[in-house]
């Protein structure tokens, strides 16, 4: 989930009958897309995908991926306007796109601010010796998975708990010697517990509603595949612990250490910050205002607890002091914190931050959602998901069929939440026919729509999780192992009929209500 409160909109997707307002411009001369129109764009993605990486490698995120998404997008366009759209239409769509984008820009955008205005305060330095203080490598792994997943529970939100806590255990594993992807991999599996089960998770809230089913039921549903996979990461993950116990210097590490306390001055009213924000997140503030609000406060404690961290950071001597501080507030939120400690394991773990290091992930994210909404909306992944529902005889292919659209649509449309809506619109209908109860569905698309995204390098879960823990998505991905188990417990449940409800005759509705 991204924004951590409920949303009161009409997901994109959902239109009314008559909410003409929203639809797109049509044409009598209209034609329905052929196969290798919905093909071509697919093929089109994947070669220009395959060709940034193995020219660039990971630098390929720096700019050339961005520049395949918009190709794509451009092909996109050749192929609707071939079948008769008007060019009013796809523009139309796209600006659909980049207004769906607001709340995750804005969210972006605060979580950069954030990093680099708690780099300043102390607040992450903070956790990084409190860490180091009580985590050791044999169980860091477990322990961040627990601590991220409780954290995700309470508050919703896996971009909000990897913004924040998953960036103080990502410095803290630099500094013990443990593997940062593994510790990607725990955060990431911790944070996606509560945005998939959690109640204040808006995706937990929008694949319940798309089900037409109460969302506690949804969750209780969803509780026998998520508490499964999320024992299964547990036990993963204390196994790797036990197996990865890290490069530990302890020379080392007391140098880091003393280093921190040159330059920052370690208490916990350092944590005041990261105490405002999960506040603000249980009392359900929008997720892009209680970061913000988190960053400004960071901010001010900056230039009461820290006052020669930030003149250093400045370096201006010539300006007054009161000045000086509200520059280093301004330059933390605007570019991130620079720390020159001259301990250069110190430098890298503090030198982050700021809005601008998240312009190139609302790059890729642009270039994504726009590419998946002209596919969802002018009927072309629509061409090649019904066939497959037409191969699913029976339950356990059904609910494969789901998994599999909803993986491949965050892979394809590259948005987490074109991965929920269109299956959840597609199949509806089947599963209310074959007797099964919506909260099957509900947990089926919650189950892969939900929880891959962040495995894909240019969905947007992917790449604001690469921005944000600053490991690449390719790396941290084997070790998602929460993310990889959910859609593989569902179909296994699917396939074996454990915990798969169905509906008694009298359940059934006379009429089934159409989708929409």
């Known amino acids: 989930m991204r924004s951590g409160w409920k949303p009161t909109p009409q997901p994109r997707g959902l239109r009314r009958p008559n909410d003409m307002a929203n639809q797109p411009i049509t044409s009598r001369n209209t034609k329905e897309p052929s196969y290798a129109d919905a093909i071509i764009p697919l093929v089109t993605l994947i070669i220009l995908i395959a060709g940034s990486v193995s020219l660039f490698g990971a630098a390929a995120v720096e700019g050339p991926m961005q520049v395949a998404l918009i190709l794509s997008v451009m092909v996109t366009s050749f192929i609707i306007l071939k079948n008769g759209h008007p060019w009013e239409s796809i523009v139309k769509s796209s600006q659909a796109a980049l207004s769906s984008l607001a709340s995750p820009i804005f969210i972006l955008l605060a979580v950069g601010a954030l990093i680099g205005a708690w780099n300043m305060s102390g607040t992450i330095p903070t956790l990084v010796v409190y860490g180091i203080q009580l985590l ?144 603000l997140s249980l009392r359900k503030a929008p997720a892009s205002l209680a970061v913000m609000g988190s960053a400004l406060l960071a901010g001010v404690m900056a230039a009461i607890l820290q006052p020669q961290t930030v003149l250093r950071f400045v370096n201006d001597p010539a300006l007054p002091a009161p000045l000086a501080f509200v520059k280093g507030i301004w330059m933390a939120l605007a570019t991130g914190y620079r720390s020159s400690s001259g301990i250069p394991e110190l430098d890298q773990l503090l030198s982050r931050g700021g809005m601008a290091s998240m312009l190139k992930t609302l790059w890729i994210i642009i270039g994504a959602v726009t590419f998946g909404t002209l596919l969802e909306e002018f009927n072309l992944l629509a061409k090649l998901t019904l066939p497959m529902l037409k191969r699913a005889k029976t339950t356990g292919s059904l609910i494969a069929t789901v998994v599999a659209t909803a993986f491949g649509l965050n892979i394809i449309a590259a948005d987490q939440y074109i991965a929920i809506v269109l299956p959840a619109r597609l199949f509806r209908a089947e599963f209310r026919k074959r007797g099964l109860k919506p909260q099957n569905l509900s947990r089926a698309c919650a189950d892969a729509g939900t929880v891959t995204s962040p495995l894909v390098p240019w969905n947007s879960c992917g790449a604001y999780m690469a921005a944000t823990l600053g490991v690449a998505t390719m790396a941290y991905l084997p070790f998602c192992i929460f993310n990889i188990a959910s859609p593989l417990i569902s179909m296994l449940w699917g396939f074996t009929g454990f915990k798969i409800e169905h509906t008694q005759p009298a359940e059934v509705p006379a009429e089934p209500v159409p989708s929409p």
Request: charged residues 5%.
């Open 136 to 279: 050791r490598p044999s169980y860091f792994y477990l322990a961040t998975a627990l601590i991220c997943g409780v954290i995700s529970l309470g508050t919703g939100s896996s971009w909000t708990t990897a913004g924040t806590i998953g960036v103080g255990l990502i410095g803290i594993a630099s500094l013990v010697g443990v593997s940062p992807a593994i510790t990607a991999g725990a955060i990431i599996s911790g944070a996606y517990v509560g945005d998939k089960i959690s109640s204040l998770s808006e995706t937990t809230i929008l694949a319940a509603q798309l089900a037409e089913v109460d969302i506690h039921t949804h969750i209780r549903a969803a509780i026998w595949t998520s508490g499964p996979a999320f024992i299964v990461a547990l036990v993963v993950f204390a196994i790797l612990g036990l197996v990865e116990t890290g490069v530990t210097n302890g020379a080392n590490i007391a140098v880091d250490l003393a280093g921190l306390d040159q330059i920052f001055w370690i208490t916990p009213l350092n944590l005041i910050p990261l105490i405002a924000l999960l506040i």
